[in-house]
């Protein structure tokens, strides 16, 4: 399974941006996909995830009403749409994904996730 992220780059304080990830590859059934970042000099820290099953999302406390998780009805695609970007949020973020509908208590922790994307850099200047 691979996992393809894309549509990061450099904005200003206040910019939008819209990340993608699709999962490909070997047959595939995503239970959870969701997004991590991590800053300069900063731990991997979750950020938002999409169950597939019932649409839950669930986001971290730092981008609540900022921050948007939404899937593509056809394919494997999740995207996160981040609005109100503050200099704070610059980081390398991470799509990751497991065939397992999370619940809440795991949603939240990197190792509950079995494949990982490269990467996508999000700058965000003041």
């Known amino acids: 399974v691979q996992l393809q992220a894309s549509g990061g780059g450099l904005v200003q304080a206040g910019d939008s941006l819209r990340l993608s990830c699709t999962a490909s590859g070997r047959p595939f059934r995503v239970g959870t996909l969701g997004w991590f970042r991590q800053g300069p000099g900063k731990e991997r820290e979750f950020v938002a995830a999409r169950r597939w099953g019932d649409g839950r999302n669930s986001y971290a406390n730092s981008v609540k009403g900022r921050f948007t998780i939404s899937r593509d009805n056809v394919e494997n695609t999740v995207y996160l749409q981040m609005n109100s970007l503050k200099p704070e949020d610059t980081a390398v973020y991470y799509c990751?994904?497991?065939?397992?509908?999370?619940?809440?208590?795991?949603?939240?922790?990197?190792?509950?996730?079995?494949?990982w994307g490269q990467g996508t850099q999000v700058t965000v200047s003041s």
């Open positions: 990751a994904a497991t065939a397992s509908g999370l619940i809440l208590s795991t949603i939240f922790q990197s190792a509950a996730y079995d494949f």
